[in-house]
């Protein structure tokens, strides 16, 4: 089964200064409370680990791939669960300028595999939600600085 989340939002910032912070993994755990980390080797083709956080108890960390990563328009991973085919997620991060002052933050995920289906509630009440929460932590704290 595949089943993706897609949410976007609008940051009234360059889209340079979208692309350094969103790109800035070492500061998330100062704002971000959805991924609350990535560390590892962020260029094409780099391993990256990921952990995220839905709420208090929830915190999962895994390992992936870095797909692409194009300055001011792109970052994209891809995670697996253990081994291909159990649970897999495709990350992806892209920017569009709407003006010179004004980006748009397109966040999304494609999940497969098998555990899909059974984790169907979960992604969309918590996955989707936490997505939101980092799209607006971005934007407030971009908006404010």
Known sequence: MKFEITTEIL???PIDIVWKT???????????????NV???????????VTIQ?????????KALVLENQENKQFSWRGKLLVKGIFDGEHKFRLE???????RLIHSE???GILVKPLLKNLQTKTK??????????????ENQ
């Open 11 to 13: 940051i009234n910032v």
């Open 22 to 36: 969103l790109t800035n993994f070492e500061d998330y755990k100062n704002w971000n409370p959805f991924i609350i």
């Open 54 to 62: 839905n709420d208090v108890k929830s915190k999962m960390s895994f």
């Open 97 to 103: 300028q709407i003006a010179s002052n004004q980006t």
């Open 129 to 142: 939600p936490g997505f939101e929460r980092m799209n607006h932590a971005l934007k407030v704290k971009l």
């Open 110 to 112: 494609a999940f497969s």
């Open 39 to 49: 560390s590892g080797e962020t260029h094409q083709g780099g391993k990256i680990n």
